[in-house]
T-cell receptor
Framework: DGGITQSPKYLFRKEGQNVTLSCEQNLNHDAMYWYRQDPGQGLRLIYYSQIVNDFQKGDIAEGYSVSREKKESFPLTVTSAQKNPTAFYLC???????????????FGAGSRLTVL | DQQVKQNSPSLSVQEGRISILNCDYT??????FLWYKKYPAEGPTFLISISSIKDKNEDGRFTVFLNKSAKHLSLHIVPSQPGDSAVYFC?????????FGTGTRLTIIP
């Protein structure tokens, strides 16, 4: 079955360490997204990519970095510059603008990052 | 800035009754909206959508209404069931950035 796989599901990090969250999709979607959810808050957009080798900052990109070297993969690195990294991170994809279903996001199961 | 606002952070409804979740938006450039449902520690799942060519879309127990003049949409769930307890996000499509409202936590009381 097609879908989005995020790993790891749970991750603990010491302060000052960078961590990378994996996101892989086999839906042949062009566009991919990273969101962050904090307790009692909505989903905030970190980064998004409409096409391979191109990505744009979302609303809260500071302290994060991404790459899009392959269509299927959109890893997110949480750097030591991110002041409050403890959160639930969600990766999503869509077929891309101009495609049928362009606005319907398919989400992964999420990764929970805890900074100790 | 295309804003989507859900002004009620939480809502409690008796099982069997109607649940009504609301969403307001600014900027009428993009009139395509979706509702997502999210359980704790899971990714959101798509529920129902509506475009500006309609003022109502129905799918089983779920109906979404769009009032373009008021820039307001609402999701009706009837009858409400315990499994409907979740966080519901209003979502605006039509541009590449794809941002969400802050969500409304719906609790169905048995």
């Amino acid at each position: 079955d097609g879908g989005i796989t995020q790993s790891p599901k749970y991750l603990f990090r010491k302060e000052g360490q960078n961590v990378t969250l994996s996101c892989e999709q086999n839906l042949n979607h062009d566009a991919m997204y990273w969101y962050r959810q904090d307790p009692g808050q909505g989903l905030r957009l970190i980064y998004y990519s409409q096409i391979v080798n191109d990505f744009q900052k979302g609303d809260i990109a500071e302290g994060y970095s991404v790459s899009r070297e392959k269509k299927e993969s959109f890893p997110l690195t949480v750097t030591s510059a991110q002041k409050n990294p403890t959160a639930f991170y969600l990766c999503a994809s869509t077929p891309g603008q101009g495609s049928s279903g362009a606005n319907v996001l398919t989400f992964g199961a999420g990764s929970r990052l805890t900074v100790l | 800035d295309q804003q989507v606002k859900q002004n009620s952070p939480s809502l409690s409804v008796q099982e069997g009754r109607i649940s009504i979740l609301n969403c307001d938006y600014t900027n009428s450039m993009f009139d395509y909206f979706l509702w997502y449902k999210k359980y704790p520690a899971e990714g959101p799942t798509f529920l129902i959508s509506i475009s500006s060519i309609k003022d109502k879309n129905e799918d089983g127990r779920f109906t979404v209404f769009l009032n373009k003049s008021a820039k307001h949409l609402s999701l009706h769930i009837v009858p409400s069931q315990p499994g409907d307890s979740a966080v519901y996000f209003c979502f605006r499509g039509g541009n590449e950035k794809l941002t969400f409202g802050t969500g409304t936590r719906l609790t169905i009381i048995p």
